[in-house]
């Protein structure tokens, strides 16, 4: 094909050359000819690094999955890199022939590698090129740091059905990541702090003091008064209603029938009124809701509220995490402070939950990191009124939250979030100004795209993680 084109544009040059006004003619072929081949040098080109952009991605592969069997300490570097990249590449790209090179860091604390090739051109052959060199480089470092990390996930009721098992399948593959490298195992620690309207911080600290809960109780009460029994229905139909999920509209159908009473007769009924705990934490008032400090003031329990999963405080034990992910419901509305608030003391050391170390503790010669990760799929339906959150000041629970996540930013704490199928710009945008930066703010419109933030995430958190 491209001889038969490089034929035919010799032969138009020729025609032209012999024309009367050959200058011009010879000019526009040569010119013509030139057009042709830039625009085949831009076709190799684009190949080229696509070539490139793949090679990368199994470069960094082979590193991250040669950087796992370091435990072997006999291991054949490149002959497990090598069989590691060859396992992804395609030969459909045309390169069968890479060179891949692995060694480790010259402190001993990760590897590097390089990959080379060379890319077969189709139309700058004709110009005397008849390949384009390609290279990647990768590094990779392993575990050398301590880190304690919290997962503050949405569980609210619009989270129901098929979001919420594309959550508990990202935020159990950020936990596979983070613990890949076996040293993992001793230098991360990870807790898990579901949240609503509410946290529900454990029925099992009831009687701490960092909490304010009164006994379950139970009353008898009689309520009397004029009551009319139903002697008759007429008109029974199907009508379709309204109802709200966490703020997002959904219609659903239910019997209406027009009813016949008889004459008002009066009556007493005996109730029973029963005031229990499930564990859910209301806010102390502000400013105290958006401080993990004086904790002389208790935290509020209330009563007769549902809540969803319990805190997972800090722990080690992917198996024991992956569990408590697999456990997580959807039910209640959404108020972003609380799972901010509650997220923000399991990285403290203070009560109410002390697994953390000190800020700023030095471990190994290097400073713990402390990040947590926020994901929500909604507005803040809910706001306080102290204690419990039951007004619908979308602008006073937004400010809470923004200034909540200056708070723990100021701790030197490490803020990613997560905005899941959110339709409001306004809370995308307070959510990215949570984020320690922009590029800590991920946008997610579906699981595919969740997962991929998560993914994202998790190569940051890991021991083992690429190097810039």
């Keep these: 094909m491209h001889s038969s084109l490089l034929g035919y544009v010799r032969q138009r040059t020729a025609h032209f050359a012999a024309d009367r006004n050959g200058a011009v003619a010879v000019i526009f072929g040569l010119s013509l000819m030139v057009l042709l081949v830039a625009a085949g040098a831009a076709i190799?080109?684009?190949?080229?690094?696509?070539?490139?952009?793949?090679?990368?991605?199994?470069?960094?592969?082979?590193?991250?999955?040669?950087?796992?069997e370091l435990r072997d300490a006999n291991i054949d570097l490149n002959a497990v890199g090598k069989r590691f990249f060859t396992t992804n590449w395609r030969t459909e790209h045309g390169v069968d022939k890479v060179e891949v090179n692995l060694a480790k860091t010259a402190n001993n604390d990760g590897i590097t590698a390089t990959a080379t090739a060379k890319v077969d051109t189709l139309l700058m052959r004709l110009l005397g090129m008849s390949t384009i060199d390609i290279n990647a480089q990768s590094k990779v470092l392993t575990a050398s740091q301590h880190a304690e990390i919290a997962l503050v996930l949405d569980t609210t009721g619009s989270m129901a059905g098929a979001k919420l098992d594309a959550l508990k399948n990202a935020a159990k593959a950020l936990?596979?990541?983070?613990?890949?490298?076996?040293?993992?195992?001793?230098?991360?620690?990870?807790?898990?702090?579901?949240?609503a309207q509410y946290v529900n911080v454990g029925i099992g600290n009831r009687n701490q003091a960092w909490m304010s809960v009164p006994a379950d109780s139970s009353t008898v009460q009689q309520s009397c008064g004029n009551y009319s029994d139903v002697i008759g229905t007429s008109n029974c139909r199907m009508e379709t209603f309204t109802g709200y999920n966490d703020g997002t509209p959904y219609t659903y159908q239910s019997q209406v029938c027009d009813y016949q009473y008889g004459?008002?007769?009066?009556?007493?009924?005996?109730?029973?009124?029963?005031?229990?705990?499930?564990?859910?934490a209301g806010s102390r008032d502000y400013p105290l809701d958006t401080r993990d400090e004086t904790w002389s003031v208790p935290v509020p329990g209330i009563m007769n509220a549902a809540c969803g999963a319990p805190v997972t405080p800090l722990v080690n034990d992917k198996t024991a995490l992956n569990s408590q992910i697999d456990d997580l419901i959807a039910v209640g509305e959404t108020y972003i402070p609380a799972g901010l608030f509650w997220g923000w003391t399991t990285l403290s050391k203070d009560a109410p939950y002390p697994e953390a170390h000190d800020y700023g503790e030095v471990i190994d010669g290097k400073e713990v990191r402390k990040i947590l990760v926020l994901m929500t799929d909604g507005v803040n339906t809910l706001s306080p009124t102290y204690p419990s959150h039951n007004r619908t000041d979308t602008a006073q629970s937004n400010a809470l939250t923004a200034e909540l996540c200056t708070n723990i930013k100021g701790k030197g704490i490490t803020i990613y979030t997560v905005a899941f199928d959110v339709a409001d710009n306004a809370t995308k945008n307070m959510l990215e100004s949570c984020a320690t930066s922009s590029?800590?703010?991920?946008d997610a419109s579906g699981a595919a795209e969740l997962?991929?933030?998560f993914e994202s995430i998790a190569k940051n958190l890991s021991p083992l993680r690429l190097s810039e």
């Design 439 to 442: 590029a800590d703010f991920f």
């Design 175 to 195: 936990v596979e990541t983070v613990y890949t490298d076996p040293k993992a195992a001793d230098m991360i620690n990870v807790s898990i702090v579901p949240f």
């Design 263 to 280: 004459p008002p007769v009066y009556k007493c009924f005996d109730y029973t009124e029963t005031y229990t705990w499930s564990g859910c």
């Design 44 to 68: 190799d080109f684009t190949r080229a690094v696509s070539v490139k952009t793949q090679m990368q991605n199994d470069l960094d592969a082979a590193v991250l999955g040669t950087a796992v």
């Design 451 to 453: 997962k991929v933030a």
